[in-house]
């Protein structure tokens, strides 16, 4: 089936929203409601090993719906928001080509326009000049960032030296504002919808600050810092992308001595905070979503049916392909 002939029903839905929101039971509910398939959209899911950090689906649930964009490249390789797009649209196509539902669920913002928007022309990096940023101290970029880019440095994590530095680097390479070079809006023929298909979780800030308590707890207890210690093995640490990962870079710091257990425990609740907060004010800013605000006892099937009502779904329509 070509995407310029798809049924309305086969379009893909977006579930969007912060960290411990409840994204994934949702999406789960969602697809077996549907007939659906999972493609995930979250930076860190795409790397083999980084499973109990990234809170990756586990191989049951993968058994119950089939899971896309999971473990694609190993800690040590590259992986950016251009190859997500492309693999992305590549299962979406696939998807729909067997009369499923793409259901596209996340928390990394990047992604999510870089698959409805596509990118723009911005140049490939550059290995001399990427060296020499990366031996630059992050106050130094900052500062040269607020000089030849305000609207930039007023919107990016500055917290994060992998998009700093990216930043940087394409306004030297090409003499220009970084916020200047964002791509038009070009959604592509698959993804556009008969009607709202780009939903967001959100819950009040006490419950979400409880569920990333309890869920980051539950990564120490299930073996966050054994799995870092492996994967310090294969390489984790000489990729500066995977090195990002919240909960990973903490606890390395701890292997190396930084801070004690109790103390990382700590400090990833924070940053995992700290995280879900840039996300909805990313999703708030950048996004055209219908919210659906969840309150603390609503169960992951009551937002799954408030879901499908809110897309004008027929939950009673589904394939029996996989």
């Not at 992986?79 to 299962?91: E, G, M, S, V, Y």
């Not at 009369?99 to 870089?114: D, E, K, Q, S």
């Not at 530095?165 to 698959?190: C, M, Y």
Request: charged share 25%; with cysteine.
């Amino acid at each position: 089936m070509m995407a310029n002939a798809l049924a309305p029903t086969t379009h893909p839905i977006l579930v969007a929203g912060p960290t411990a929101c409840g994204k994934s039971e949702v999406a789960l509910l969602l697809a077996e409601r549907l007939g659906g398939q999972i493609i995930s959209v979250d930076s860190m899911q795409v790397y083999r090993g980084l499973d109990i950090g990234t809170a990756k689906p586990s191989p049951a649930e993968c058994a119950r719906v089939p899971h896309h964009l999971i473990d694609v490249v190993e800690v040590t390789e590259n992986f950016d928001a251009a190859k997500f797009a492309t693999l992305a649209h590549r299962a979406a196509a696939e998807i729909q080509s067997r009369r499923r539902v793409p259901i596209l669920c996340g928390g990394t913002g990047l992604y999510f326009r870089a698959f409805l928007d596509g990118l723009g022309e911005a140049p490939p990096a550059d290995a001399r000049l990427r060296a020499e940023l990366e031996a630059t101290p992050l106050p130094l970029l900052l500062r040269e960032l607020e000089t030849r880019d305000p609207a930039t440095f007023a919107a990016i994590d500055r917290k994060n030296p992998r998009r700093v530095i990216r930043a940087v680097e394409v306004i030297r390479l090409t003499g220009r504002k970084f916020s200047e070079q964002r791509a038009e809006w070009k959604p592509a023929a698959s993804v556009q919808p008969s009607g709202p298909r780009c939903f967001g979780l959100a819950r009040e800030a006490d419950d979400l600050r409880s569920r990333i308590e309890t869920r980051v707890d539950e990564m120490f207890r299930r073996g966050l810092v054994e799995e870092t210690r492996r994967l310090l093995e294969r390489g984790l640490a000489q990729n500066p992308t995977a090195m990002q990962a919240i909960g990973y870079r903490q606890v390395v710091g701890h292997l190396r001595g930084a801070r004690s257990l109790t103390e990382t425990i700590e400090l990833v609740k924070v940053r995992t905070r700290q995280f879900a907060k840039r996300q909805m004010t990313w999703f708030r800013r950048h996004a055209a979503v219908t919210w659906l605000e969840i309150s603390p006892r609503e169960s992951a099937s009551s937002v799954a049916d408030r879901l499908v009502a809110a897309a004008g779904l027929n939950p009673s329509v589904r394939q029996e392909v996989r």
